[in-house]
Structure formats: structure tokens, C-alpha cells
């Protein structure tokens, strides 16, 4: 960090800034309510910044897909000090045992972080496709959300392997339908994109 003049820190008016966007009330007006909604994000362990959730719907004709974004910019207001603070860092910076973040934890891993079964904003992509996989068209939305759980790429893949003998099979009961409805929508895409000629590509990491 020193080598590279990495900040390990934050000004006390950065922090001032970030702990007062982040006390700001959640409001529906304006946008579209989807906290009723089968929404959930799906991030490895450890991720304690979770910037995007799923959902997804299954129709006549097809599939319902939601992506739904953190809405970072609703928090960082152009010229703002924090917004002067992140283009200076430019990135999260990521180590085998730490994160420095771009933008201060009341944001990074608090308000901005799409946490279970709290309400947040996000931008919303509503990608209506039909069963062969393609797009019919998207509507995009300021949204607010509340994710129904954290979920967890090893324990949903034990999920797909071993079904109801899973030992995550209970903790995800009650979205485990519309996890289900997105394994069969993944299959119909991987189909497309092995078409497609897509390369396989493995690494492997420490972590």
C-alpha cells in the first residue's frame, strides 16, 4: 500500500459527508416499489459490499429477468467531496486479506451494499426474453428493493447437486422456486453462448 500510495484511510470530512448520506431515510417516491418482490444476491462469503441482486419471474412466453444495481450515484452527488474522493482513488483496491475501498464503509458496505432484508435503492433491469434465451425488450427503472437473503455461490451450488439433501436446502426454502426458475433460464443462455463459440476459461486462485 505504501509503495503504491494507496490511502488507508478516510478524512474525517469524507466520513462526515458519507455518514450523513447514508441516515437518509428510504422513500419510495418516485420510483418503483419492488420490495414485495422474490429479490435476493448471490456473492461469495466474504463479500461484504453487495452492489447487485436478481430476480426473476417466468411467464407465457418466456422469462422476466431483474438486475438489479446498487444506486451508487443516488449517495455520491457529482461534486461532492466523496465524489472528489473516489475519482482521486479510482478503484477498490483488493488484497488476500483486506479491502481498501473506494468510497467510505457507511456507504460501501452499508447503505449502498444491497444487505438482507433491508430496503435500498437500486437501478432496475426488467429483461423480458423468450424461451429461446433472446431479449424481447427491457425496461429500466429507479427501483427500491429489499433482498430476501444473502446468498452464497458454494451453498446453492450444494443446492444443484444434492437437491433436498442439501444441508442449505431449509435456509433457502423460501426462494428456492424462483432459484430453481433462474437455474433453467442459465442452462437456455450457457446453450447460447456455447453456440456462440464462448471460450472456457479457468484460473486458479489463492482465494
Do not use: W
Amino acid at each position: 500500500m505504501r509503495e503504491h500510495s494507496i490511502p488507508s484511510y478516510f478524512d474525517d470530512i469524507i466520513l462526515k459527508e458519507a455518514e450523513d448520506a447514508s441516515s437518509e431515510p428510504i422513500s419510495e417516491d418516485g420510483r418503483v416499489d419492488l420490495r414485495d418482490r422474490c429479490i435476493f444476491t448471490i456473492d461469495s462469503e466474504s463479500a461484504k459490499d453487495l452492489d447487485d441482486a436478481i430476480s426473476i419471474e417466468k411467464t407465457d412466453t418466456g422469462y422476466v429477468l431483474g438486475v438489479h444495481i446498487a444506486d451508487v450515484s443516488h449517495y455520491v452527488r457529482e461534486g461532492s467531496k466523496i465524489d472528489t474522493e473516489a475519482i482521486n482513488r479510482g478503484t477498490s483496491v483488493y488484497f488476500t486479506d483486506k479491502v481498501v475501498p473506494m468510497l467510505p464503509k457507511a456507504l460501501s458496505n452499508g447503505i449502498c451494499s444491497l444487505n438482507e432484508k433491508e430496503d435500498r435503492y437500486t437501478l432496475s433491469a426488467l429483461i423480458s426474453l423468450d424461451k429461446r434465451g433472446e431479449i424481447v425488450s427491457c425496461q429500466i427503472a429507479n427501483s427500491v428493493i429489499n433482498s430476501k437473503i444473502k446468498g452464497i455461490y458454494a451453498e446453492l451450488n450444494d443446492i444443484l447437486e444434492k437437491d433436498e439433501n442439501s444441508e442449505f436446502y431449509g435456509k433457502y426454502a423460501h426462494v428456492i422456486k424462483d432459484f430453481y426458475k433462474m437455474y433453467d433460464l442459465y442452462k437456455v443462455l450457457k446453450q447460447k453462448s456455447d453456440k456462440r463459440g464462448a471460450m472456457e476459461l479457468e484460473s486458479e486462485e489463492t482465494k
